[in-house]
């Protein structure tokens, strides 16, 4: 294991257990990768079936683009491996971030007729890449789930063409998508989005109804 790889492999882990302290992450739900080279393409990423509260450095795995090239014989990379490859080589990402939040996961099943769900009007907002102002409208678009991860990746890849300007996504009563150019800005979108889906869910109980 060489220092770089380690040293992505400790953060990966620590990102992981905090997520699972908050409920984004809980029994053996979510995974998360962050990109080690471009080329070759090489991702470490968490491993299938892993506790996410009581991960360690060791069990963190190396894939390539064809996701059953991992250097490691004992583990298996996360069932949805394919899809942060796609994340990565449609966004450019340094790291992609998938959680499994209850807020995330009301909101998917409640907005998924309408295809996705728009954020707007929040301070939270400014805390996303980019974005300078409360007044920015995000749309959070929605993909049916499915355990066909190819198909599964066809249709993420098609959406974010579809969004460019997206900054994460919701699998139907799954869970976020979410990434960016590095591991400290990953984990600040999945702390932005998750307040804000929080935020929403609990406001659906609060308003009164007209």
């Given at each position: 294991m060489d220092e770089a790889f380690r040293?992505?492999?400790?953060?990966?882990?620590?990102?992981?257990?905090?997520?699972?302290?908050?409920?984004?992450?809980?029994?053996?739900?979510?995974?998360?990768?962050?990109?080690l080279s471009q080329d070759p393409l090489r991702l470490a990423i968490t491993p299938s079936g892993a506790d996410k509260g009581e991960l360690n450095a060791e069990r963190i795995l190396t894939i390539g683009p064809?996701?059953?090239e991992t250097d490691d014989l004992n583990e298996k990379p996360s069932a949805e491996a394919l899809l942060h490859i796609t994340v990565v080589l449609a966004r450019g990402a340094g790291a992609v971030f998938h959680t499994h939040s209850v807020w995330s996961t009301i909101l998917s099943s409640v907005h998924a007729p309408a295809g996705g769900v728009m954020i707007e009007g929040f301070e939270m907002l400014k805390g996303l890449e980019g974005v300078k102002s409360h007044e920015h409208r995000e749309w959070?678009?929605?993909?049916?789930?499915?355990?066909?991860?190819?198909a599964l990746a066809e249709s993420v890849s098609h959406t974010l063409k579809?969004?460019?300007?997206?900054?994460?996504?919701?699998?139907?009563?799954?869970?976020?998508?979410?990434?960016?150019?590095n591991l400290a800005q990953a984990k600040r979108h999945v702390e932005i989005l998750e307040f804000l889906l929080e935020t929403l869910s609990r406001l659906r109980v609060v308003e009164p109804k007209i």
């Open positions: 040293d992505t492999a400790s953060a990966l882990v620590a990102i992981s257990r905090s997520f699972y302290a908050r409920g984004w992450a809980l029994g053996t739900s979510g995974n998360f990768s962050a990109v064809e996701i059953n959070l678009p929605i993909i049916e789930n499915s355990q066909d991860m190819p579809k969004h460019p300007d997206s900054h994460g996504f919701l699998l139907k009563q799954h869970g976020l998508y979410t990434w960016g150019g």
